[in-house]
């Protein structure tokens, strides 16, 4: 085709030029995109062939070797099976090379040498254990087959072995005494008169002794590695029993920070049999002396054993130094744990554990922590508050926050107080017998409070323009007037109280509303909670006999308490009791001899024991020294 016959078709020059250029490539080369991709395709194949040649010729090659690699890990027995120990506790996976016909015996040497240098490691001797050898399927090898045996058989390119440790399950008398006897800084529970208490300075710590043990103790929950002073406390999710002697010796492991941690849920749970011995535990640093006496009950007979198993189970809460409000949350998750009786075990944030038995000030302490928490973060108002729905918490959380609220009234009658009482009444009874305006009035800012009070009494003298502008932040689409302001306020009340955390009201009545007969008159029950000065002031109690300096020192008190607000009353008991509620507990005043640096108020939660040095010069002294310990919001739970 010339290019004039072309050009009919194509009539730009450019485009009839590409087309002859195109025309004489395929002339020059015949062969299309198809038979390229079959020349490539046929290149690979054939590579392919000579590099399994190769790997033909590298397996000859590790045949006429007499060493092989091999990788080697420790699984240490815990929980009721073997849990591999990771690099950082000693363990980890090693590469080493071995003899091809080595045996079980010779795995077994080379692994006590990597894992167990000169016999020792983290958790004991080597001799302490029963080893064993496993492959990578954790079952035990024969004792004849070598590794190259192995090889053979299973066609892996490289081989996997585990050393296994399990304590020996044979102790003496005195072995298990020593395990049985925890430091100071051990998770023990028994009945006993210990105390927590608290004071701005540290001080000595007593030894808490549980001896005789008699019961099972099951510790379920917390892998939770507590850093105490002198030695560390691990609480592990074993079931174990004291009454087993290859049990004792598996808390011992257990305690050992080497091991390998679990999952954190921090729950101790401990089934309540008797435990014995706790008559000789010295409490002479713990609580002041008092002349009365007091018995000691003796220890139940053999013949009580199976009414004594019945009882609840106990469990032990372990709660972190400022994670109270996320870990309560889960905890009371559980449905059954109401049914529980429960106690609490504070970990500082440094990691060691506090140095107090909950005998009920760790739990008001606790309970104030939270919801102080709770307020900041989960509310909205100003002296009463309403949760506010949050996209974190759903269904259960709430319901866990009711449970919480149930949990602390029927153990210490503890309520939360700045939650507006119409939210507990509604979600109690299903109805509102406490004034929805009155609350609202304390939910609002005090600016708006003020405008609002003067409405409701001299409606004209009000100005107008601010009282629009608090209907509208309240979402008011309504003009006030003098005659609809009282119905107005109704409204935006129950909107604000009732309508908006009517989610909140609904998953609170599943588990507040058996309770309406123990809650019968909320409003009551907040006036109660209400510390004032008068309260705290009837509920001190001071020695039958003092001298003229613990009088002085009496004075100071009685008039600190009578110049404190109510926030300072708080702090005052929630030094003293755990809680910043008034909630009826005696708190006996003594004296001490404190001078100088170590002069300082010290407080025993659990019994409502209150020290006071007596070498104050004056009041202003006194005030001044009271007031720093309260302020500083640095309370550490030190005397056990």
Partial sequence: MTDDQLKEYLPSYGDRLAIHGYCRRKEQDPRG???KLFDRLRTRLTRSRGDTDNVYEKRSKNAQKSMRNIEMGWMHFREGKFIQVRTKKGGGTRKICVLKDCTKKDLLKKAAELFFPGEKCSVGSFTDFVADITDFQEQTIDDQITVGELYELTKLPILRFYLTTKKKAIASDTQLDTQLNFNSETIAQGGGNTQDSRSPIHTSQSPLLTENVESDLIYVGSSTLIETGSDDVLLSDSIISMTDPSSVFEIDAARQPEVDNLEDSGTVTISTGFISGLEDTALDDTLPILEESYSVPSPIDNSLEPFVQSE???????????????????HFCDESVLTDDISMKVILPDGRLENAVDEGGVLRDVLSEFWHDFYEQCTLGNSFKVPYLRHDFGQQQWESIGRIISFGWQREKYLPVKIAPVMLEQAAHGCVTTSLVDCFLRYVTESDRMILESCRSHFEDVDKEELFEVMDHHNSRRVPTADNIEQLLEEMAHQKLIQEPAFVIEQWHNVLAPMRIELQDIAAAYDELQPSSRKVMKSIAYPATMNLQQKHTGRYLSTF?????????????????????FLGKTITVSFTQLEGFQRRPIAHTCGCYLELPVNYDNYPEFRHEMNKVLESNIWVMDIV
């Fill in 312 to 330: 609840r189970v106990k469990k032990i809460l372990v709660i972190h130094r400022g994670q109270a409000f996320r870990q309560l949350i889960e």
């Fill in 561 to 581: 308490l009578r110049e404190s607000d109510k926030q300072h009353l708080s702090l005052f008991l929630r030094f003293c009791t755990g809680s910043d509620l």
């Fill in 33 to 35: 995109r198809k038979s």
